[in-house]
């Protein structure tokens, strides 16, 4: 089949590789009929996780139809139409039972924390779903059955940055009249913005440098946008124009943010684990006593994390990888009822032989691109 490979730092390729078959009597093969490009690819191919070999199979949000399913597989069966939630999840440890399905005990054999789809030995070795094929573990927890009558586009974002948007304003408590600040119009900022207004929330600002992005945030959502290559110190700035800053403000960015010089040089010498540019603008655009939630993936060691400036400030601290799978049913009724949608940030439909040039345009915010679907 075909799938895309990272192939080394800043390399990806569309390569044939070997079809993926049951492994365990509760997995099931889908044939993919969409998969989608994430800012986690990014960070895959920026070379900032780690043990990520040449020839790993990226991809975590994808869906398709069940081509062959293990004999203990019974919520789904062959020829269901099923979205795949990137978590890899167990169902039955501590953790999948209280919904932390993203925290999994038995889903990563190669660390503590649970495995995902398509994200490097770090996280469970699993192949990805940017491919013809994927072969799912646990399919009696994480693939859902969805209805024939919406289309690949409406459905797709179930599988991550629908639930992990949701997820973002859910535990930052956003309520209405709250203040509520995005960073990063990416796919998944753009689709917190849409939640936080779903939620009533007074009044939001975004903020990014892509232009093009910002006005799409601007001018479909009708948000406050900031550039922050236009604003000196655009935390502080922040903070003035919302009189102590914001209730709650969601890092939509994580470690591929702007990163300054000295950052760049950390990086590389492991004392960072890359851009904390945007985590910076939080600690300072964030009210006393408010809620920063970091959606945007964080790795490794921080040097010069700003503790106490949370400490100070009473801030809570939220973060870490959605569990995906507590929220998809939830956020499949409110798509069902016609009252969330989340196509308007598709900005391009590709075959997955054009996956290099996906992936270009995505990373180098290219030709407007927000993001990106691919057919294979
Ligand atoms: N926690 C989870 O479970 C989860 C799930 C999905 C995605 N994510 C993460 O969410 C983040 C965003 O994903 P995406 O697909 O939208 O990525 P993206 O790369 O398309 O978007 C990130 C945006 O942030 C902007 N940006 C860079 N530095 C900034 C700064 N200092 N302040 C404000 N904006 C800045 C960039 O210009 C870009 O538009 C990534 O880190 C991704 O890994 C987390
Ligand atoms: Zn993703
Ligand atoms: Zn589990």
Known sequence: MRAIVYDGMQDVKVKNVEDPSIEKSDDIIIKVTSTAICGSDLHLVHGLVPNMPKGFILGHETMGIVEEAGKDVHKIKKGDRVIVPFPVACGHCWYCEHELYSQ????????EVGGYLGYSNTYGGYAGGQADYLRVP????GPTKVPDEFTDEQLLFLTDILPTSYWGVDIGGVKPEDTVVVLGCGPVGLLTIKWA?????????????????????????GVEVLNFEEIDNIGEYIKEITNGGADVVIDCVGLDGKMSTI??????????????SAIEISSQAVRKGGTVVLVGVYGL??????????FSRNITLKMGQCPAQAYVEPILKLIKDKKFDATDIITHKLSLDDGKHAYEIFDKKEDNCIKVILKP
């Open 138 to 141: 646990f399919a009696n927890i």
């Open 263 to 276: 950052e760049k040089i950390e990086t590389a010498l492991k004392l960072q684990g890359a851009s904390k």
């Open 104 to 111: 999994c005990d038995n889903s990563n054999e190669n660390g």
């Open 301 to 310: 060691r921080y040097n010069n994390f700003p503790l106490g400036d949370f």
């Open 197 to 221: 207004a779903f939620k009533g929330a007074k009044r939001i600002i975004a903020v990014d440098r892509v232009r093009y992005r910002l006005n799409h945030a601007h001018n479909i959502y």
